[in-house]
């Protein structure tokens, strides 16, 4: 009986093994099962030295650091993957190295910084990250090897059905929840970055391949690296810096598609073309691409795939939530769209693509709304889906036919088209259309009435809303979710048409209904509560509007965090009441702290660090620090037309501002060419008549009176006084004020009588509207008398300031405005033969307005002092 | 009779060569127990080899150390042996040697009728090349005591490796194991990955894995197999140090 035992080239000694076959060593594999588990390093254990042997295949490093390369995994235009094994811990791992090129210090250090960010992440469903250095010439990191490959290949080769998707991405959504609580951006999600460990998904590549690009235009660096299609509409705008956790949830829902349909929703389009696709177009319905979709699960597609960060869910967590609500088969939170906002979509694509584009888009979109309305009417209760299934493409027909048909084919003549065009042929033939069949009718006329609110008719949108309410009310009950809506949406006219009591008392009803159906904490609640804060504002019941303020802001701190998007907006709100107070180094604090907010949690370029940055500047330029104010300007308006477009109303906002500023420092070219671009453009995106344009035109009619183009300036403010008499009434304030503007520039061309038409108007609006004692209310009274004065009405001027008098001493005791007002009390006595009375009236208060002059707005102080200046030396030549 | 011990999945000690059963189970169950006893016969089963080496050791003849290994297991299931006292207790290897020396003092007094045991056959010897096994594992400069250590040592692992293979058998990968087995001692270099991922049809990074885990569930049986001798499983660590400097001397 011969020994069977052969000799372990390892240990040199016999192999112990009873399988004396395949070279196996039972002592070197018992050790090393050992070692393994007592942790020691594998490697030094053993007897004898092993002999450096490659296992690289030829082209391969044979080594890098401490790990033996096996194999490579992949190769990107930024790094290559090796498979390689630690020997010390006996370990496999998937070794990640920068690719080679000429060694870039800043970008290998930027690397390396980056990866001791992402190696904190330790989460299940994450590939953790071990170990990363530099060495042989390579800058690496080491992590988890996974073998199952990735979802793109999973996608490829054996596409998973909804529900395992819908798992699978809701893991994927919690360790994303979980990096981002720990303040880590995955910046590059897409399928070959989800990596499957069996059913498990596993995230890699955290946050590396969007790092190693020094900022600038990821769109470009995506075509590089792979593909643009799952990056966010404002991280393709705004570059690196727009990336954000709702952008990683952009991807996600990205993914979502793309598993349920097969394809990306811009599948097929150049990184050149996707830009414009993002802003304008919407993604293909996923239930045309395919139907077996649940229909939940394609409005928690939709959700996240919202254009605007701030439409999407609000965090990972709610996405993950949501799949667990549809995978348990409960009521998921995302509500589809409504149509109210398919429409406004349509509304907004509509403004820039209606003119130029060709039928063919509009055939595309009514497609769009066609599905998705379908799917939106069955899902709110299976129930009644094939009833309101009925209604839905009534509803549908109606719009097709009678408003998105008109810009077909034979329309195509006409490529200047107008949505508000569209809209009146729509709302002349609804008619008796829909008698008996209300269902129908409410959503058609909440369309309409949306449509119209958004391009500023009022008086139209108003008498739709109305007739939608009282259907919504007799079909889904007074405080039906849907009813709320349209009722909301009518104070909210009442807001926007300054008839602010009446606002105040809907709004205060709405935030109280709202209250008591949902809950003081739930965001529609929140919501009305700022709507109602607002309307405080603008009625000057500044106390009232900052303590609701506090109060909301408290809650959504608490609900949402301190650095949500509603929050900070919120907080912006805030701002401006303080400063209206009077508060502003307090306004200028706060204001401070919420844009750091902003730019720490959304980043410099989200759309609401952009409203904050434009916020704060007005409070600088409320404290005359324009030093200050136009840095911000200018960063908003870079941001905005980077970020959010030329076009967005965030930086036409910023532009507008920068120019009015521009307009007070007296840079009046610079202004005249700003403001002038944003005439320009909110005429066009907006309609002539909407409230901003029409404010802009002010602004613009105001810079052409102070640079004495007083043609221009009379023509623009007629056409504004006219639409704001048409759509605010004549008592309104800012109908009141482009009146008295209107008269200012009349008198400076010297048409005195027709100016004192005007003034004496808006004196009676001011009066009615907001009362005797208020500010504007006694500076149309100072208006008409200086008028009259002018026009040897020495009496009427008389009788007027006289019973003017008591509310300014009253209202602005001591002041300039006063002091001047007796002035002109005391000229038109002079010319009224009480010369000594007058004479010292005029003396005493041109001194007092002379010795305040620094409180003078600086646009006004020299026209004032050569008035007082007239008086005073008229007074001295009556004598 | 020699291949018999190459293929141990088809020997008629399978399913009870694995230490499947617990020390502690034995230590904890009454005596008079049939639980006890079976699995104080699983554990005897498959820890005869350090025993049959000791005796060879200590200049029995093959014959003998056979008859003595089947008279002590005996002498264990049947006696009060185990229920009396022993510092030694908590560990079956540091017991069963103590067990075998208290047996020898006492055998020359009752040889003849242990040997015979009784004519019971607990170990089946006919299917064993037990001769075989202790030459392999042999190493002729150590004492009888350290020629036990070492011998456990390699039990340990021998039995961790029989249920390895076992279950990788169970999940249809026989043929993965038998390419890949002799790299549970060594590290594949860079002829062997490429022959092995050719005989396999796979690739390099694949075979480094299947390599991977083989290692780890195989480190895993080994723990599994010392914890099973142990009363305290705290005890584990160090167990698995002694082993280790059992294999390395």
Same mark, same amino acid.
């Given at each position: 009986?011969?020994?069977?035992?052969?000799?372990?080239?390892?240990?040199?000694?016999?192999?112990?093994?009873?399988?004396?076959?395949?070279g196996?060593?039972?002592?070197?594999?018992?050790?090393?099962?050992?070692?393994?588990?007592?942790?020691?390093?594998?490697?030094?254990?053993?007897d004898?030295?092993?002999?450096?042997?490659?296992?690289?295949?030829?082209?391969?490093?044979?080594?890098?650091?401490?790990?033996?390369?096996?194999d490579?995994?992949?190769?990107?235009?930024?790094?290559?993957?090796?498979?390689?094994?630690?020997?010390?811990?006996d370990?496999?791992?998937?070794?990640?190295?920068?690719?080679?090129?000429?060694?870039?210090?800043?970008?290998?250090?930027?690397?390396?910084?980056? !990866?001791?960010?992402?190696?904190?992440?330790?989460?299940?469903?994450?590939?953790?990250?071990?170990?990363?250095?530099?060495?042989?010439?390579?800058?690496?990191?080491?992590?988890?090897?996974?073998?199952?490959?990735?979802?793109?290949h999973?996608?490829?080769?054996?596409?998973?059905?909804?529900?395992?998707?819908?798992?699978?991405?809701?893991?994927?959504?919690?360790?994303?929840?979980?990096?981002?609580?720990?303040?880590?951006?995955?910046?590059?999600?897409?399928?070959?970055? !989800?990596?499957?460990?069996?059913?498990?998904?596993?995230?890699?590549?955290?946050?590396?391949?969007?790092?190693?690009?020094?900022?600038?235009?990821?769109?470009?660096?995506? %075509?590089?690296?792979?593909?643009?299609?799952?990056?966010?509409?404002?991280?393709?705008?705004?570059?690196?810096?727009?990336?954000?956790?709702?952008?990683?949830?952009?991807?996600?829902?990205?993914?979502?598609?793309?598993?349920?349909?097969?394809?990306?929703?811009?599948?097929?389009?150049?990184?050149?073309?996707?830009?414009?696709?993002?802003?304008?177009?919407?993604?293909?319905?996923? =239930?045309?691409?395919?139907p077996?979709?649940?229909?939940?699960?394609?409005?928690?597609?939709?959700?996240?795939?919202?254009?605007?960060?701030?439409?999407?869910?609000?965090?990972?967590?709610?996405? #993950?939530?949501?799949?667990?609500?549809?995978?348990?088969?409960?009521? !998921?939170?995302?509500?589809?769209?409504?149509?109210?906002?398919?429409?406004?979509?349509f509304?907004?694509?509509?403004?820039?693509?209606?003119?130029?584009?060709?039928?063919?888009?509009?055939?595309?979109?009514?497609?769009?709304?066609?599905?998705?309305?379908?799917?939106?009417?069955?899902?709110?209760?299976?129930?009644?889906?094939?009833?309101?299934?009925?209604? #839905?493409?009534?509803?549908?027909?109606?719009?097709?036919?009678?408003?998105?048909?008109?810009?077909?084919?034979?329309?195509q003549?006409?490529?200047?088209?107008?949505?508000?065009?569209?809209?009146?042929?729509?709302?002349?033939?609804i008619?008796?259309?829909?008698?008996?069949?209300?269902?129908?009718?409410?959503?058609?006329?909440?369309?309409?009435?949306?449509?119209?609110?958004?391009?500023?008719?009022?008086?139209?949108?108003?008498?739709?809303?109305?007739?939608?309410?009282?259907?919504?009310?007799?079909?889904?009950g007074?405080?039906?979710?849907?009813?709320?809506r349209?009722?909301?949406e009518?104070?909210?006219?009442?807001?926007?048409?300054?008839?602010?009591?009446?606002?105040?008392?809907?709004?205060?009803?709405?935030?109280?209904?709202?209250?008591?159906?949902?809950?003081?904490?739930?965001?529609?609640?929140?919501?009305?509560?700022?709507?109602?804060?607002?309307?405080?504002?603008?009625?000057?019941?500044?106390?009232?509007?900052?303590?609701?303020?506090?109060?909301?802001? #408290?809650?959504?701190?608490?609900?949402?965090?301190?650095?949500?998007?509603?929050?900070?907006?919120?907080?912006?709100i805030?701002?401006?009441?303080?400063?209206?107070?009077?508060?502003?180094?307090?306004?200028?604090?706060?204001?401070?702290?919420?844009?750091r907010?902003?730019?720490?949690?959304?980043?410099?370029?989200?759309?609401?660090?952009?409203?904050?940055?434009?916020?704060?500047?007005? !409070?600088?330029?409320?404290?005359?620090q324009?030093?200050?104010?136009?840095?911000?300007?200018?960063?908003?308006?870079?941001?905005?037309?980077?970020?959010?477009?030329?076009?967005?109303?965030?930086?036409?906002?910023?532009?507008?501002?920068?120019g009015?500023?521009?307009?007070?420092?007296?840079?009046?070219?610079?202004? #005249?060419?700003?403001?002038?671009?944003?005439?320009?453009?909110?005429?066009?995106t907006?309609?002539?008549?909407?409230?901003?344009?029409?404010?802009?035109?002010?602004?613009?009619?105001?810079?052409?009176?102070?640079?004495?183009?007083?043609?221009? %300036?009379?023509?623009?403010?007629?056409?504004?006084?006219?639409?704001?008499?048409?759509?605010?009434?004549?008592?309104?304030a800012?109908?009141?004020?482009?009146t008295?503007?209107?008269?200012?520039?009349?008198?400076?061309?010297?048409?005195?009588?027709?100016?004192?038409? =005007?003034?004496?108007?808006a004196?009676?609006?001011?009066?009615?509207?907001?009362?005797?004692?208020?500010?504007?209310?006694?500076?149309?009274?100072?208006?008409?008398?200086?008028c009259?004065?002018?026009?040897?009405?020495?009496?009427a001027?008389?009788?007027?300031l006289?019973e003017?008098?008591?509310?300014?001493?009253?209202?602005q005791?001591?002041?300039?405005?006063?002091?001047?007002?007796?002035?002109?009390?005391?000229?038109?006595?002079?010319?009224?033969?009480?010369?000594?009375?007058?004479?010292?009236?005029?003396?005493?208060?041109?001194?007092?307005?002379?010795?305040?002059?620094?409180?003078?707005?600086?646009?006004?102080?020299?026209?004032?002092?050569?008035?007082?200046?007239?008086?005073?030396?008229?007074?001295?030549?009556?004598? | 009779?020699s291949?018999?011990?190459?293929? @141990?999945?088809?020997?008629?000690?399978?399913?009870?060569?694995?230490?499947?059963?617990?020390?502690?189970?034995?230590?904890?169950?009454?005596?008079?127990?049939?639980?006890?006893?079976?699995?104080?016969?699983?554990?005897?089963?498959?820890?005869?080899?350090?025993?049959?080496?000791?005796?060879?050791?200590?200049?029995?003849?093959? @014959?003998d150390?056979?008859?003595?290994?089947?008279?002590?297991?005996?002498?264990?299931?049947?006696?009060d042996?185990?229920?009396? @006292?022993?510092?030694?207790?908590?560990?079956?290897?540091?017991?069963?040697?103590?067990a075998?020396?208290?047996?020898?003092?006492?055998?020359?007094?009752?040889?003849?009728?242990?040997?015979?045991?009784?004519?019971?056959?607990?170990?089946?010897?006919?299917?064993?090349?037990a001769e075989?096994?202790?030459?392999?594992?042999?190493?002729?400069?150590?004492?009888?005591?350290?020629?036990?250590?070492?011998?456990?040592?390699?039990?340990?692992?021998?039995?961790?490796?029989?249920?390895?293979?076992?279950?990788?058998?169970?999940?249809?990968?026989?043929?993965?194991?038998?390419?890949?087995?002799?790299?549970?001692?060594?590290?594949?270099?860079?002829?062997?990955?490429?022959?092995?991922?050719?005989?396999?049809?796979?690739?390099?990074?694949?075979?480094?894995?299947?390599?991977?885990?083989?290692?780890?569930?195989?480190?895993?049986?080994?723990?599994?197999?010392?914890?099973?001798?142990?009363?305290?499983?705290?005890?584990?660590?160090?167990?698995?140090?002694h082993?280790?400097?059992?294999?390395?001397?």
């Amino acid at each position: 009986m011969s020994p069977a035992a052969s000799t372990c080239p390892r240990c040199r000694r016999s192999t112990h093994s009873p399988f004396g076959v395949g070279g196996l060593c039972l002592r070197c594999a018992g050790v090393r099962a050992l070692a393994i588990d007592l942790e020691d390093s594998v490697e030094p254990s053993l007897d004898v030295p092993v002999p450096e042997v490659s296992a690289a295949p030829a082209g391969l490093p044979a080594r890098i650091g401490p790990y033996e390369v096996i194999d490579e995994l992949g190769r990107g235009g930024m790094a290559r993957v090796f498979c390689a094994r630690q020997p010390r811990l006996d370990r496999l791992v998937a070794l990640k190295v920068l690719a080679g090129g000429p060694a870039n210090e800043a970008l290998e250090q930027r690397f390396l910084r980056e !990866i001791q960010t992402v190696a904190r992440l330790r989460h299940p469903h994450i590939v953790a990250i071990h170990d990363s250095g530099r060495a042989d010439g390579y800058v690496y990191f080491a992590m988890d090897y996974i073998e199952g490959g990735d979802l793109a290949h999973r996608l490829r080769e054996q596409p998973p059905a909804p529900r395992e998707i819908a798992a699978l991405l809701e893991k994927t959504a919690r360790a994303l929840a979980y990096a981002h609580a720990e303040g880590v951006i995955h910046r590059d999600l897409k399928p070959s970055n !989800i990596l499957l460990d069996g059913e498990e998904p596993r995230l890699a590549d955290f946050g590396l391949a969007a790092q190693i690009e020094a900022g600038g235009d990821l769109t470009m660096v995506s %075509a590089i690296i792979g593909t643009p299609h799952y990056l966010a509409p404002e991280a393709v705008r705004g570059g690196s810096a727009a990336l954000s956790p709702a952008s990683d949830q952009y991807a996600l829902g990205v993914i979502l598609y793309e598993a349920l349909a097969g394809r990306t929703p811009f599948a097929g389009a150049s990184a050149a073309e996707l830009p414009a696709l993002l802003s304008h177009a919407e993604p293909p319905a996923l =239930r045309l691409l395919a139907p077996a979709t649940p229909r939940d699960l394609e409005t928690i597609c939709l959700q996240c795939l919202e254009r605007e960060p701030t439409r999407r869910y609000r965090g990972m967590a709610e996405f #993950a939530d949501d799949l667990a609500r549809f995978l348990a088969g409960v009521e !998921i939170v995302a509500r589809p769209p409504g149509l109210g906002e398919r429409f406004r979509r349509f509304a907004r694509r509509h403004r820039t693509a209606l003119a130029a584009t060709s039928a063919a888009t509009l055939t595309l979109t009514a497609g769009i709304v066609t599905s998705t309305t379908l799917a939106v009417r069955a899902t709110r209760a299976e129930k009644r889906a094939a009833r309101e299934a009925a209604a #839905a493409t009534a509803v549908v027909n109606f719009l097709q036919d009678d408003l998105l048909a008109q810009a077909g084919p034979e329309q195509q003549s006409d490529p200047d088209i107008r949505l508000r065009t569209v809209l009146d042929r729509a709302s002349r033939s609804i008619g008796q259309r829909f008698v008996g069949q209300p269902d129908v009718e409410a959503p058609i006329r909440e369309v309409l009435g949306v449509t119209y609110t958004s391009v500023g008719q009022y008086p139209v949108a108003r008498e739709h809303l109305e007739r939608a309410l009282v259907l919504a009310r007799q079909l889904y009950g007074p405080d039906d979710f849907r009813t709320l809506r349209i009722d909301n949406e009518l104070a909210s006219i009442l807001v926007y048409t300054r008839k602010l009591p009446e606002a105040e008392a809907a709004k205060h009803r709405l935030f109280q209904l709202h209250r008591d159906r949902f809950g003081p904490d739930h965001r529609a609640t929140l919501n009305t509560a700022s709507d109602l804060a607002a309307v405080y504002n603008y009625q000057g019941k500044l106390k009232e509007a900052e303590t609701l303020l506090r109060e909301t802001i #408290a809650r959504e701190e608490r609900v949402f965090g301190p650095n949500d998007p509603s929050t900070v907006n919120s907080r912006s709100i805030l701002g401006v009441i303080l400063t209206r107070r009077g508060r502003l180094q307090e306004a200028a604090a706060f204001v401070e702290e919420t844009l750091r907010r902003a730019r720490a949690s959304l980043g410099d370029t989200h759309e609401t660090t952009i409203v904050t940055l434009t916020s704060l500047a007005g !409070i600088y330029g409320r404290l005359d620090q324009y030093h200050l104010a136009i840095p911000l300007l200018d960063e908003a308006c870079q941001s905005g037309r980077k970020a959010l477009g030329p076009e967005h109303p965030a930086t036409l906002n910023a532009m507008n501002s920068l120019g009015v500023v521009y307009f007070r420092e007296r840079r009046l070219d610079e202004a #005249a060419a700003l403001l002038g671009q944003v005439l320009e453009t909110r005429r066009r995106t907006l309609e002539p008549d909407h409230p901003q344009t029409l404010n802009t035109s002010v602004t613009v009619a105001g810079l052409a009176r102070e640079r004495g183009q007083l043609d221009e %300036a009379i023509q623009l403010a007629t056409k504004v006084r006219e639409v704001r008499l048409r759509l605010l009434g004549p008592t309104n304030a800012d109908t009141a004020r482009i009146t008295d503007f209107l008269g200012h520039c009349l008198a400076d061309r010297g048409k005195l009588q027709e100016a004192l038409l =005007r003034h004496v108007e808006a004196l009676a609006a001011r009066r009615e509207k907001l009362g005797p004692e208020h500010f504007e209310t006694l500076e149309s009274v100072r208006t008409v008398a200086a008028c009259r004065l002018q026009l040897g009405e020495a009496a009427a001027a008389e009788a007027l300031l006289r019973e003017a008098l008591p509310h300014a001493d009253q209202a602005q005791p001591g002041t300039w405005q006063t002091a001047l007002a007796r002035c002109q009390l005391g000229a038109a006595l002079v010319r009224l033969g009480r010369a000594p009375e007058g004479r010292i009236l005029v003396q005493e208060n041109a001194a007092l307005v002379r010795k305040n002059q620094e409180k003078i707005p600086a646009l006004g102080r020299a026209r004032i002092l050569r008035e007082v200046g007239a008086y005073a030396a008229e007074a001295e030549s009556a004598r | 009779m020699s291949g018999s011990a190459a293929t @141990p999945t088809s020997g008629p000690q399978e399913g009870t060569a694995f230490a499947s059963t617990q020390w502690s189970l034995v230590l904890e169950t009454r005596s008079d127990s049939a639980n006890r006893r079976t699995a104080l016969e699983g554990l005897c089963r498959a820890y005869w080899l350090p025993i049959y080496g000791y005796l060879r050791r200590r200049g029995h003849a093959p @014959p003998d150390a056979e008859d003595l290994t089947q008279g002590f297991f005996l002498y264990l299931l049947e006696g009060d042996f185990l229920d009396r @006292p022993d510092p030694a207790k908590g560990r079956f290897r540091g017991y069963l040697i103590g067990a075998l020396k208290h047996f020898l003092a006492g055998e020359s007094r009752h040889a003849s009728a242990q040997k015979r045991g009784g004519g019971a056959q607990f170990i089946d010897w006919a299917s064993l090349d037990a001769e075989r096994e202790f030459l392999a594992q042999d190493q002729s400069q150590q004492d009888p005591s350290a020629a036990y250590e070492t011998s456990w040592a390699l039990t340990v692992m021998s039995n961790a490796l029989r249920r390895l293979e076992a279950e990788q058998a169970a999940a249809g990968r026989a043929r993965q194991f038998g390419v890949l087995k002799g790299y549970l001692s060594t590290t594949p270099t860079r002829g062997e990955y490429d022959d092995a991922a050719l005989a396999l049809g796979t690739t390099r990074a694949t075979v480094a894995v299947w390599i991977f885990r083989l290692n780890r569930r195989y480190a895993e049986l080994v723990r599994l197999e010392v914890a099973a001798s142990l009363q305290d499983p705290a005890e584990v660590k160090n167990e698995m140090r002694h082993l280790l400097q059992a294999l390395r001397g």
